[in-house]
């Protein structure tokens, strides 16, 4: 690895740490740049989720104050990621290579739908909640398919990692019986959890698969990005940081669809 292609995904992690805590799906900013690098695919996704564990875990510790009052519904849900991440990554070790290499330009092009509808999805949800007066024991008692789509979600980023954040907070935005930003704090830690487990089941089972010095990289430019790149990020309005992470994950596309 060159010493500017350190410094690449350097700024990438740091950029994916900070965008990460503004409108969710980093990822897109690190896969394209390692798929780009001549990074396979799946070494790409398993080293690059390893690589972020550490910010998410840091993000997720950043909201802790907003998760007061909803610690019985966290830990009704969190197993329910976690074995939804397992099942993505067991799909993503066992199923031939050339399966993930074909999928993986759909899932992104579903994963820059969700980036992009995002705003509109956020009004729907500020709506439904608009003269709804939810109280911490509302958490006791949330809808059955709420617990059904988190596991779904968790198979999602288990397998592609990418934009699961944005498709949790849909989720748990419309579903969950808390306000708005319980609802992503919720969602930093689910995305955690799905990384950590998956993360572990790459270690078990797919060890020579790892890049660590991807994920050596990414874990510490990821991290300081979540606290200090995000500052940066907040003087950038949200529509232009979603162009730019359409713009890479188009370029993804072309890459794997096009170019290989």
Known sequence: MS??????????GLWAGAINT???SGTLVTFP?????????VTATISNAMGLIAGNFTGAWGYRKEL???????WKLVPCSL????LGAYLLLHLPASVFESISPVLIGIALLFVIFQPKLQA??????????????????????????????????????????????????VFLLASL???????TVLVAAVNLIAGISYVLFAFDRIDWWV???????????????????????PAVLRTIIVILGLAAIVKMVFLD
């Not at 740049?33 to 695919?41: A, K, R």
């Not at 990692?161 to 935005?173: H, P």
């Not at 930003?181 to 969602?187: D, E, F, M, P």
């Not at 994920?215 to 990020?233: D, E, N, Q, R, Y």
Request: aromatic letters at 8%; one cysteine or more.
């Open 68 to 74: 007061k009052g909803l610690e019985t519904t966290l």
């Open 33 to 41: 740049v390692l798929v780009s690098m001549g990074v396979p695919p």
């Open 83 to 86: 074995a939804g991440g397992i």
């Open 181 to 187: 930003q319980g609802a992503n704090a919720i969602k």
């Open 215 to 237: 994920v050596l990289l990414i874990a510490i430019s990821s991290t300081i990005g979540s606290w200090v790149g995000a500052k940066i990020g907040r003087r950038m309005k």
């Open 124 to 173: 729907v949800v500020r709506k439904r909640r608009e003269g709804k007066s939810i109280t911490p024991a509302d958490g006791d008692h949330q809808p059955p398919i709420l617990y059904a789509l988190v596991f779904f979600a968790g198979v999602y980023g288990g397998y592609f990692v990418a934009a699961q954040g944005v498709l949790l907070l849909g989720i748990l935005g």
């Open 3 to 12: 010493f500017l292609e350190i410094c690449i995904i350097l700024v990438a």
């Open 22 to 24: 503004i409108v969710g």
